[in-house]
């Protein structure tokens, strides 16, 4: 209670201290200008602001759709500063005379600090930029891979507060149980708990992220060892973080629903002075489930400052500290091949003896500087991560549906990350081709502490069978470390080197190539033993792609792209001495698609690709007792999208997958032909959200998906569902909304993923959430 009232009290002090900041004061000015991309195309809904000293003015008007803004100043010297959703802010000092003067011509740069794509879901699709593929100024359209954009308007119509919610509107891309203590997604058919990323840097640890500091998600799909290393054989997740801006902006969110759903967020943004800006996100969540005796506690907060010492150099500082509590629950088990036929909110194990614990602490500096037409980017990220957990894990079934096995165990890692990225790019040409270039590196250092026990059962038996009607237990546990359970420290070094040419042929063809050299340096110590193992790989990760544009607004493109996977796995917790022989996996991704700006407020893609995983290991024919890497796996798909506005009333979201998994050659885990767990053959899903009236606005939502197995042994089937959303949008005032969402109308029993045969997640019964936001 001490803790929910002293954060209670602080993010009310921030809600009643930061509007009470005084803010510039209006005035009218004058200054006529055009804003453009990169490429000369005009940028229509550019905010321009002039802040004078001498008159103390600040006057701010909008780009028409010609890129044209024009206003009127007094005569004297104004920082003008020049924004877009998707671009990089620009500021210039300039001194206006009396008189007309020629306009000036504004050219912005892609979001440097924020990695951005923007596709506005409520307000349309407004800006389709994106560096996040490239690390360079490139339209949505323009980028010859898959990519998926799940906006703050979307998040904000269906009250998302988790990853997994996000990926349901995501195509190619389903979430995985993740033992229900941390993220995990399956993307093309390869899972992951660690091909996370924040503002394009690494966050590769396993816990639950929260969205409250948000701005959108980005899925990027199949691999780009060339962009991010390491890992990503599928492709990867990553978050945009809101960054401080010089328009003063506020929300707190208040909600609550069914199985005791209680959440409070805010979010205050607030100029200090003309050249610095501060921003601070905040939430605390305590909230019960339908799951029996299941919950979750968390807290977050996350300040932001930007700061802008000259037109040339920008800064921006992040810190955030993030909390999450909750029961450790591992879902239910099955019977004869189909979850079994049990109440969904059936818990196994003893509730007050299970628990997920994460505190992350994460600080992060950026700073761009344009000088002598190079614009260098760099990012420096330090991360420290602590989490554990401890739970109960259901087991099989007898044969006569009278007893389920039970095991336990607890588990514990403490990370440190530190990463640093610098980029540099250039726009240089060469007679008619233009050449966008980047040359950047990364450097980064980690250290793990990895610990577990084993639960033995009346300090005895490591399995006891319970009730299957009723598989709850206050058997006494003690936790002890087995013959096999981790005790071990592990660090990385990473370093790497890259380059990009994207060259533009004609005003039809584009192209661009890359290559990346990572150093993966693991040293992997047993503290059981003592043995100390050590491993390095030199991972060379090249992409080539090309874009042909038959008219501006659309594109067909093919694309090559590899990544690598190091031995010790994407969350480098286990070095053997058979691992540490191993070549790294590989990840091989095909990709051709089409991309079409049907209108400027609407987007429609799809992509075919296949996607080839090889140097699995395998067990040998010849010699059962040696591990050979001749196993493999292959996903053919094609994906379907649309994101944006069908008539000013209308904005839509969604998508289409057809995917295929299958073992090419047999590996350790699975036969030849076997296909690929937890990835359905066909998921479809649509958001649609419709004005009724001027304050008045409706939502309704379907997610479906095909059946698919729980794992690769392909014995136990989750059942395919579809499922209805809906939401009602009210305006209150100018500045409150009351929002309405249910979720699983017609009440379906559904299974939404598992991480075994044994441990698989049923999806919640009906559910209703009301949320009250204020703007200020």
């Given at each position: 209670m001490?803790?929910?009232?002293?954060?209670?009290?602080?993010?009310?002090?921030?809600?009643?201290?930061?509007?009470?900041?005084?803010?510039?004061?209006?005035?009218?000015?004058?200054?006529r200008?055009?804003?453009?991309?990169?490429?000369?195309?005009?940028?229509?809904?550019?905010?321009?602001?002039?802040?004078?000293?001498?008159?103390?003015?600040?006057?701010?008007?909008?780009?028409?759709?010609?890129?044209?803004?024009?206003?009127?100043?007094?005569?004297?010297?104004?920082?003008?500063?020049?924004?877009?959703?998707?671009?990089?802010?620009?500021?210039?000092?300039?001194?206006?005379?009396?008189?007309?003067?020629?306009?000036?011509?504004?050219v912005?740069?892609?979001?440097?600090?924020?990695?951005?794509?923007?596709?506005?879901?409520?307000?349309?699709?407004?800006?389709?930029?994106?560096?996040?593929?490239?690390?360079?100024?490139?339209r949505?359209?323009?980028?010859?891979?898959?990519?998926?954009?799940?906006?703050?308007?979307?998040?904000?119509?269906?009250?998302?507060?988790?990853?997994?919610?996000?990926?349901?509107?995501?195509?190619?891309?389903?979430?995985?149980?993740?033992?229900?203590?941390?993220?995990?997604?399956?993307?093309?058919g390869?899972?992951?708990?660690?091909?996370?990323?924040?503002?394009?840097?690494?966050?590769?640890?396993?816990?639950?992220?929260?969205?409250?500091?948000?701005?959108?998600?980005?899925?990027?799909?199949?691999?780009?060892?060339?962009?991010?290393g390491?890992?990503?054989?599928?492709?990867?997740?990553?978050?945009?973080?809101?960054?401080?801006?010089?328009?003063?902006?506020?929300?707190?969110?208040?909600?609550?629903?069914?199985?005791?759903?209680?959440?409070?967020?805010?979010?205050?943004?607030?100029?200090?002075?003309?050249t610095?800006?501060?921003?601070?996100?905040?939430?605390?969540?305590?909230?019960?489930?339908?799951?029996?005796?299941?919950?979750?506690?968390?807290?977050?907060?996350?300040?932001?400052?930007?700061?802008?010492?000259?037109?040339?150099?920008a800064?921006?500082?992040?810190?955030?500290?993030?909390?999450?509590?909750?029961?450790?629950?591992?879902?239910?088990?099955?019977?004869?091949?189909?979850?079994?036929?049990?109440?969904?909110?059936?818990?196994?194990?003893?509730?007050?003896?299970?628990?997920?614990?994460?505190?992350?602490?994460?600080?992060?500096?950026?700073?761009?500087?344009?000088?002598?037409?190079?614009?260098?980017?760099?990012?420096?990220?330090?991360?420290?991560?602590?989490?554990?957990?401890?739970?109960?894990?259901?087991?099989?079934?007898?044969?006569?549906?009278?007893?389920?096995?039970?095991?336990?165990?607890?588990?514990?890692?403490?990370?440190?990350?530190?990463?640093?990225?610098?980029?540099?790019?250039?726009?240089?040409?060469?007679?008619?081709?233009?050449h966008?270039?980047?040359?950047?590196?990364?450097?980064?250092?980690?250290?793990?502490?990895?610990?577990?026990?084993?639960?033995?059962?009346?300090?005895?038996?490591?399995?006891?069978?319970?009730?299957?009607?009723?598989?709850?237990?206050?058997?006494?546990?003690?936790?002890?470390?087995?013959?096999?359970?981790?005790?071990?420290?592990?660090?990385t070094?990473?370093?790497?080197?890259?380059?990009?040419?994207?060259?533009?042929?004609?005003?039809?063809?584009?192209?661009?190539?890359?290559?990346?050299?990572?150093?993966?340096?693991?040293?992997?110590?047993?503290?059981?033993?003592?043995?100390?193992?050590?491993?390095?790989?030199?991972?060379?990760?090249?992409?080539?792609?090309?874009?042909?544009?038959?008219?501006?607004?659309?594109?067909?493109?093919?694309?090559?792209?590899?990544?690598?996977?190091?031995?010790?796995?994407?969350?480098?917790?286990?070095?053997?001495?058979?691992?540490?022989?191993?070549?790294?996996?590989?990840?091989?991704?095909?990709?051709?698609?089409?991309k079409?700006?049907?209108t400027?407020?609407?987007?429609?893609?799809?992509?075919?690709?296949?996607?080839?995983?090889?140097?699995?290991?395998?067990?040998?024919?010849?010699?059962?007792?040696?591990?050979?890497?001749?196993?493999?796996?292959?996903?053919?798909?094609?994906?379907?999208?649309?994101?944006?506005?069908?008539?000013?009333?209308?904005?839509?979201?969604?998508?289409?997958?057809?995917?295929?998994?299958?073992?090419t050659?047999?590996?350790?885990?699975a036969?030849?032909?076997?296909?690929?767990?937890?990835?359905?053959?066909?998921?479809?899903?649509?958001?649609n959200?419709?004005?009724?009236?001027?304050?008045?606005?409706?939502?309704?939502?379907?997610?479906?998906?095909?059946?698919?197995?729980?794992?690769?042994?392909?014995?136990?089937?989750?059942?395919?569902?579809?499922?209805?959303?809906?939401?009602?949008?009210?305006?209150?005032?100018?500045?409150?909304?009351?929002?309405?969402?249910?979720?699983?109308?017609?009440?379906?029993r559904?299974?939404?993923?598992?991480?075994?045969?044994?441990?698989?997640?049923?999806?919640?019964?009906?559910?209703?959430?009301?949320a009250?936001?204020?703007?200020?």
């Open positions: 001490t803790l929910r009232l002293n954060l209670t009290l602080f993010f009310s002090a921030l809600v009643l201290f930061l509007p009470g900041i005084p803010a510039s004061a209006q005035a009218p000015g004058v200054l200008g055009r804003i453009v991309d990169p490429m000369r195309a005009p940028i229509s809904g550019a905010e321009v602001t002039a802040v004078g000293a001498a008159p103390a003015v600040t006057a701010t008007t909008i780009s028409d759709q010609n890129g044209d803004f024009a206003f009127q100043l007094e005569p004297g010297t104004y920082l003008v500063r020049i924004s877009s959703a998707g671009f990089a802010d620009l500021s210039r000092r300039m001194t206006v005379s009396a008189g007309s003067a020629a306009p000036l011509e504004f912005l740069q892609i979001a440097g600090f924020t990695q951005a794509v923007e596709v506005t879901g409520q307000a349309g699709r407004d800006v389709a930029s994106i560096n996040t593929s490239t690390k360079t100024t490139t949505l359209r323009d980028v010859p891979q898959s990519v998926t954009v799940v906006t703050s308007a979307l998040i904000h119509d269906q009250l998302m507060s988790s990853v997994a919610e996000t990926v349901n509107y995501v195509p190619g891309i389903t979430s995985h149980q993740g033992e229900n203590n941390r993220d995990q997604v399956v993307i093309r390869n899972s992951s708990s660690a091909d996370f990323y924040v503002n394009g840097v690494r966050d590769d640890v396993q816990y639950y992220r929260d969205l409250y500091n948000v701005e959108r998600v980005e899925a990027l799909k199949g691999p780009n060892g060339m962009m991010f390491r890992g990503g054989g599928g492709g990867v997740i990553n978050r945009v973080t809101k960054q401080a801006g010089f328009t003063r902006t506020g929300e707190t969110v208040l909600q609550a629903g069914s199985f005791g759903n209680r959440r409070f967020s805010t979010d205050l943004n607030q100029p200090l002075t003309a610095v800006a501060f921003r601070v996100n905040g939430v605390f969540e305590d909230s019960d489930s339908f799951r029996n005796g299941v919950g979750l506690q968390r807290y977050g907060v996350a300040p932001n400052l930007t700061f802008m010492p000259s037109l040339q150099t800064l921006s500082f992040d810190y955030e500290h993030f909390h999450d509590t909750r029961v450790a629950d591992r879902g239910i088990t099955s019977y004869r091949g189909r979850p079994a036929d049990l109440p969904v909110s059936t818990f196994f194990g003893d509730v007050a003896d299970s628990h997920v614990r994460a505190d992350v602490d994460v600080a992060a500096a950026s700073i761009e500087h344009h000088a002598g037409g190079f614009t260098i980017r760099n990012r420096t990220v330090a991360g420290n991560y602590d989490r554990g957990y401890q739970n109960y894990v259901p087991g099989a079934a007898t044969d006569d549906r009278t007893r389920v096995a039970l095991t336990a165990y607890n588990n514990a890692t403490a990370r440190l990350n530190v990463f640093n990225q610098t980029d540099v790019t250039r726009i240089v040409t060469s007679g008619r081709i233009s966008t270039l980047l040359a950047g590196g990364e450097v980064g250092r980690q250290r793990s502490r990895n610990f577990r026990n084993t639960g033995f059962f009346d300090n005895a038996a490591t399995t006891i069978f319970v009730p299957f009607a009723n598989p709850v237990t206050d058997e006494r546990l003690t936790y002890r470390q087995s013959a096999t359970d981790a005790n071990n420290r592990v660090r070094h990473l370093g790497a080197l890259y380059a990009q040419d994207q060259a533009q042929l004609s005003r039809f063809v584009q192209i661009i190539g890359g290559v990346r050299f990572d150093r993966f340096d693991l040293e992997y110590h047993n503290n059981r033993n003592g043995d100390t193992l050590r491993r390095v790989d030199h991972l060379v990760s090249p992409r080539t792609g090309i874009v042909v544009k038959p008219f501006e607004t659309a594109s067909i493109y093919g694309s090559y792209s590899l990544s690598y996977l190091p031995s010790s796995g994407d969350q480098f917790s286990s070095l053997t001495a058979i691992t540490q022989q191993m070549k790294p996996e590989r990840f091989t991704n095909y990709e051709v698609g089409a079409w700006d049907a400027p407020e609407l987007s429609l893609t799809t992509a075919v690709y296949r996607l080839d995983r090889t140097n699995t290991r395998a067990t040998d024919p010849a010699d059962p007792t040696r591990i050979v890497q001749t196993g493999s796996q292959r996903t053919n798909g094609y994906e379907l999208g649309i994101n944006g506005t069908l008539t000013h009333a209308w904005k839509i979201a969604g998508g289409y997958a057809r995917q295929n998994a299958l073992v050659s047999a590996t350790t885990a036969r030849a032909g076997a296909q690929v767990g937890q990835v359905p053959h066909h998921t479809f899903s649509l958001w959200n419709y004005q009724l009236l001027a304050k008045l606005g409706a939502g309704l939502g379907v997610v479906r998906r095909s059946d698919m197995f729980a794992s690769v042994d392909d014995t136990v089937t989750l059942p395919g569902y579809t499922r209805a959303d809906a939401a009602l949008f009210m305006s209150l005032t100018d500045r409150t909304r009351l929002q309405l969402n249910v979720e699983n109308v017609f009440n379906q559904y299974f939404v993923n598992a991480d075994s045969n044994t441990n698989i997640s049923p999806g919640s019964p009906r559910a209703v959430r009301v009250l936001s204020a703007d200020f």
